[in-house]
């Protein structure tokens, strides 16, 4: 069992910078591969970026490639996600995941937590 604690979420003009942390429970967290996905208001939830369970393989949506980092600390049971240059359509709850494939399948992933949420003002 993982529970997860997104934070870092906020209010940001377009083309600044926000990073968002995933805090993970459970002694396992170092076994999963984790994702990020995010939510816009009337849309479906869809995959933003993930990172295996090593940190040594990731995968974007073309959409955040070149803008968003997705990193992970092991010893700190944390995921982050460094999202600069901002766009208005980034604007979204994001969710962070675990257990799930590098290819970003939502359906794929058993654990969630509660979201965040991103405003990106233009």
């Known amino acids: 069992q993982v529970q997860l604690v997104e934070s870092g979420g906020g209010v940001v003009q377009a083309g600044g910078s926000l990073r968002l942390s995933c805090a993970a429970s459970?002694?396992?967290?170092?076994?999963?591969?984790m994702g990020w996905f995010r939510q816009a208001p009337g849309k479906e939830r869809e995959f933003a970026a993930t990172?295996?369970?090593?940190?040594?393989?990731?995968n974007y949506a073309d959409s955040v490639k070149g803008r968003f980092t997705i990193s992970r600390d092991n010893a700190k049971n944390t995921v982050y996600l460094q999202m600069n240059s901002l766009k208005p359509e980034d604007t979204a709850v994001y969710y962070c995941?675990?257990?799930?494939?590098?290819?970003?399948?939502?359906?794929?992933?058993?654990?969630w937590g509660q979201g965040t949420q991103v405003t990106v003002s233009s």
């Open positions: 990172i295996n369970w090593s940190g040594g393989r990731t």
């Open positions: 995941a675990a257990g799930g494939g590098v290819a970003g399948r939502a359906r794929e992933y058993d654990y």
């Open positions: 459970g002694r396992t967290f170092s076994t999963y591969n």
